[in-house]
T-cell receptor
Framework: QQQVKQSPQSLIVQKGGISIINCAYE??????FPWYQQFPGKGPALLIA?????SEKKEGRFTISFNKSAKQFSLHIMDSQPGDSATYFC?????????????FGSGTRLSIRP | DGGITQSPKYLFRKEGQNVTLSCEQN?????MYWYRQDPGQGLRLIYY???????QKGDIAEGYSVSREKKESFPLTVTSAQKNPTAFYLC???????????FGDGTRLSIL
């Protein structure tokens, strides 16, 4: 119930294409869904996040789509660029007034071909 | 600049040796966390702390220990009881509640 399942494990997209990464969860108590981007040898960095009261959030070329009834959410990267090549983690948590305990997906290694 | 500093970047451990990984933050965050990342896998929570002098076990605490004597510092000790310590260790911090975590750039631990 605490898992966040992420797919695909790896993804290759042509430059200019759309990259799509999907995640699913079971715990309906989750109420914060961040996406992190990680480059080799670096720590993850927050990319974009959504709360379940909205179905979509867009920041530049990055969009999160959220389907509360299906308990699924996805990251879309429009006009994918070589600089987007990284590992992406979806995550979910419910911290309320306590520490923000995040459950991470297993990651998607994205490669953008020039 | 505010951020999280982890040191050293690379660390080598001999058999039977304890090693300590440093994590310092100047973001004035109350909560701090330690994660382990193995190749091709997600992040697994080792320990976390919400306030000074208090910390909680995460999902894989066996073979690890922590302390939180100062708000800014949350060192992790990998003890000799941890039989498979080779991994990338990440420290993070956050405000309390449903807030994003901010990560350091990690320490890569290897066995000699």
């Amino acid at each position: 119930q605490q898992q966040v399942k992420q797919s695909p494990q790896s993804l290759i997209v042509q430059k200019g294409g759309i990259s799509i990464i999907n995640c699913a969860y079971e715990n309906t108590a989750f109420d914060y869904f961040p996406w992190y981007q990680q480059f080799p040898g670096k720590g993850p960095a927050l990319l974009i996040a959504i709360r379940p009261d909205v179905s979509e959030k867009k920041e530049g070329r990055f969009t999160i789509s959220f389907n509360k009834s299906a308990k699924q959410f996805s990251l879309h990267i429009m006009d994918s660029q070589p600089g987007d090549s990284a590992t992406y983690f979806c995550a979910a948590n419910t911290g309320y007034s306590s520490a923000s305990k995040i459950i991470f997906g297993s990651g998607t290694r994205l490669s953008i071909r020039p | 600049d505010g951020g999280i500093t982890q040191s050293p970047k690379y660390l080598f451990r001999k058999e039977g040796q304890n090693v300590t990984l440093s994590c310092e933050q100047n973001l004035n965050h109350d909560a701090m966390y330690w994660y382990r990342q193995d190749p091709g896998q997600g992040l697994r929570l080792i320990y976390y702390s919400q306030i000074v002098n208090d910390f909680q076990k995460g999902d894989i605490a066996e073979g690890y220990s922590v302390s939180r004597e100062k708000k800014e510092s949350f060192p992790l000790t990998v003890t000799s009881a941890q039989k498979n310590p080779t991994a990338f260790y990440l420290c993070a911090s956050s405000m309390m509640g449903n807030q994003p975590q901010h990560f350091g750039d990690g320490t890569r631990l290897s066995i000699l």
